[in-house]
């Protein structure tokens, strides 16, 4: 089970078969999360990463020297059927569930509806100690944190978090609303961005 895991993002070596697990309380890093929403978006094909499309230097001169990255073939890691079903549950976390403040809120030069979806999730790690019969003792914050990844349209995805380590996680109590909320203050240049050619609802 890790190695197949592994394809899809997941960054570390072991993979601990629980409930926690399974609900997705795996401490997956946000890269790892960003990895997982691309191939779903690649309906299933897992792209090697390029940090850029190409460095000039010492241009107009007899040194002048362009970089490109070598282009690859991705690899398939996920049945196309299944990520096309991923993004629609994706988009209905969107239209109707816990990030539906962005319903509407993505569209093109055209004025259409962009295609958006993603999964919201919260945190609040402590370290608890029972004592008999289940009462707790204490109770110490580790950290808290709140998560979106998401994408828009056919193009664009990613992931922002918010995070407060140690005992001043104590201090406060958002939730994955903080990062939808950012998402949507951000959307008027993200809809800049995005390109005509993405997926749109008609």
């Given at each position: 089970m890790t190695?197949?895991?592994?394809?899809?993002?997941?960054?570390?070596?072991?993979?601990v078969p629980s409930y926690a697990t399974a609900i997705g309380n795996s401490s997956d890093r946000p890269a790892a999360l960003a990895k997982l929403m691309g191939i779903i978006l690649n309906d299933g094909v897992l792209k090697p990463e390029v940090c850029f499309e190409e460095l000039s230097f010492a241009r107009n001169t007899p040194?002048?020297?362009?970089?490109?990255?070598?282009?690859q073939t991705g690899q398939r890691v996920m049945h196309p059927a299944v990520a096309q079903a991923i993004?629609?549950?994706?988009?209905?976390?969107v239209q109707e569930g816990t990030a539906r403040r962005?319903?509407?809120?993505?569209?093109?030069?055209?004025?259409?509806?962009?295609?958006?979806?993603?999964?919201?999730?919260?945190?609040?790690?402590?370290?608890?100690a029972f004592g008999p019969h289940r009462i707790m003792i204490s109770s110490t914050p580790v950290n808290r944190t709140?998560?979106?990844?998401?994408?828009?349209?056919?193009?664009?995805?990613g992931v922002l978090t918010a995070a407060v380590l140690g005992k001043e996680a104590e201090n406060y109590s958002f939730t994955s609303a903080l990062p939808v909320a950012i998402l949507k203050l951000l959307a008027p240049a993200l809809c800049n961005?995005?390109?005509?050619?993405?997926?749109?609802i008609s």
């Open positions: 190695p197949y895991w592994q394809r899809l993002g997941f960054p570390f070596e072991k993979l040194y002048h020297t362009v970089i490109q990255p070598t282009l993004r629609s549950l994706l988009a209905g976390v962005l319903a509407g809120v993505f569209r093109g030069p055209d004025g259409k509806q962009i295609v958006a979806g993603g999964k919201t999730g919260s945190g609040d790690n402590r370290v608890k709140a998560t979106f990844v998401f994408f828009l349209g056919d193009r664009y995805y961005r995005i390109s005509s050619t993405v997926i749109i």
